[in-house]
């Protein structure tokens, strides 16, 4: 079935510095993918998408590119701020409508 | 503003009680899930929702089930609640188009005494 595969946490990382995020995927025909963001005590928001092969999704600085060839989507964002800090969940939307998530990666940005 | 609601933040029941856990959106959205987030595991379906009166086992679904009689309205049940379902519970819902993302509540903390 489909499954989403991403880089076990925590990560800690400095104010500025850069982060990457690996996720991975196996899903049958062409899914949506998604990265969602779940800041300390609330529920999960959407933080980028897209939808076809090639497509790069942006939101707040963070940008991940759908690559069908590697089966991946990794999340990146060249400057992280204390703000950041926050679990990252790595989705897709394949078949029958269901919603699949990544474990989930703890970021924790410090000053 | 889309929304999402569960009827509670933080539950904490007796081991052996009927547990509701109650999920409202105002987006008209045909879609609606139930998952439990486990430190380590991350968010696991239990069910899901296609359609009102339609529900699909998601990958968890054992000692729960659900209810679905308005569109608006989907319902997660512990029909006998024991401590090993202590969790996190997240509600979300979605258009069916593919393409389209969940939208989730704020969560239920539930304890199982």
């Known amino acids: 079935g489909d499954s989403v595969t991403q880089m076990e946490g925590p990560v800690t990382l400095s104010e500025e510095a850069f982060l990457t995020i690996n996720c991975t995927y196996t899903a049958t025909g062409y899914p949506s993918l998604f990265w969602y963001v779940q800041y300390p005590g609330e529920g999960l928001q959407l933080l980028l998408k897209a939808t076809k092969a090639d497509d790069k999704g942006s939101n707040k600085g963070f940008e991940a590119t759908y690559r069908k060839e590697t089966t991946s989507f990794h999340l990146e964002k060249g400057s992280v701020q204390v703000s950041d800090s926050a679990v990252y969940f790595c989705a897709l939307r394949g078949s029958y409508d269901k919603v699949i998530f990544g474990p989930g990666t703890s970021l924790s940005v410090i000053p | 503003d889309v929304k999402v609601t569960q009827s509670s933040r933080y539950l904490v029941k007796r081991t052996g009680e009927k547990v509701f856990l109650e999920c409202v959106q105002d987006?008209?959205?045909?879609?609606m899930f139930w998952y439990r987030q486990d430190p380590g595991l991350g968010l696991r379906l239990i069910y899901f929702?296609?359609?009102?009166?339609?529900?699909e086992k998601g990958d968890i679904p054992e000692g729960y089930s659900v209810s679905r009689e308005k569109k608006e309205r989907f319902s997660l049940i512990l029909e006998s609640a024991s401590t090993n379902q202590t969790s996190m519970y997240l509600c979300?819902?979605?258009?069916?188009?593919?393409?389209?993302?969940?939208?989730f509540g704020q969560g239920t903390r539930l304890t199982v005494v």
């Open positions: 987006m008209d959205h045909e879609n």
């Open positions: 979300a819902s979605s258009r069916t188009l593919a393409d389209t993302e969940a939208f």
């Open positions: 929702s296609y359609d009102v009166k339609m529900k």
